[in-house]
């Protein structure tokens, strides 16, 4: 779990940077298929870290 939760906090914070410089450029990006606007990365970059939360939690709880 512990290597699920910090592949989603990787995943999460590339995203984030992608959404970041889309949205300072005002443009959607080209190279990815069916061009993605910022919204869209902000949001899946939020469920990411909702995600690493979550799977952090659960190594923590079992341990105890």
Known sequence: MKA??????AV???S???GVI????????TFIPGQME???LLSFSNTC?????AFI????????
């Open 57 to 64: 939690l659960l190594e923590l709880l079992k341990r105890k």
């Open 4 to 9: 699920a939760g910090l592949f989603a906090l």
């Open 49 to 53: 870290f909702l995600m690493a939360i």
């Open 22 to 29: 889309s949205r300072l450029t005002l443009r959607p990006l």
């Open 16 to 18: 984030l940077v992608i």
């Open 38 to 40: 910022a919204n869209v």
């Open 12 to 14: 999460g914070i590339v």
